[in-house]
């Protein structure tokens, strides 16, 4: 079954905001995040949150970034605003069921997440 699905992606120009949406089925998660990657570059970490704790953001995107998750904690939706064509990319929600005691910025590495969506365009123009 498909555990973590994507939505909200999207064509947009630069300067404008677009929200993601990461649904999860099944057992609860203990962390969330979002990567993306763009053409030539390696996954970048863009956030997580751990539980129901304050999520966190990477320093390229903080301040135009944010992490979030619902009530219910089945969903991790990462706001993005004043998007620049440099964060075009495909991002990708990537979630864990392995106990977490650490902070978001802890788990800034793939390897930490062992379920992943099938990720989502975004695309900035210029």
């Known amino acids: 079954q498909v555990q973590l699905v994507e939505s909200g992606g999207g064509l947009v120009q630069a300067g404008d905001s677009l929200k993601l949406s990461c649904t999860a089925s099944?057992?609860?998660?203990?962390?969330m995040g979002w990567f993306r990657q763009a053409p030539g570059r390696e996954r970048e970490w863009v956030g997580a949150?751990?539980?129901?704790?304050?999520?966190d953001v990477s320093n390229v995107v903080k301040g135009r970034f944010s992490i979030s998750k619902n009530s219910a904690g089945n969903m991790v939706y990462l706001q993005m605003s004043r998007l620049k064509p440099e964060d075009t990319a495909v991002y990708y929600c990537?979630?864990?069921?392995?106990?977490?005691?650490?902070?978001?910025?802890?788990?800034?590495?793939?390897?930490?997440?062992?379920?992943w969506g099938q990720g989502t365009q975004v695309t900035v123009s210029s």
């Open positions: 949150v751990v539980k129901f704790e304050t999520g």
């Open positions: 099944g057992d609860i998660f203990t962390r």
């Open positions: 990537a979630a864990d069921r392995r106990p977490s005691y650490e902070s978001p910025t802890y788990y800034q590495e793939p390897k930490y997440f062992n379920t």
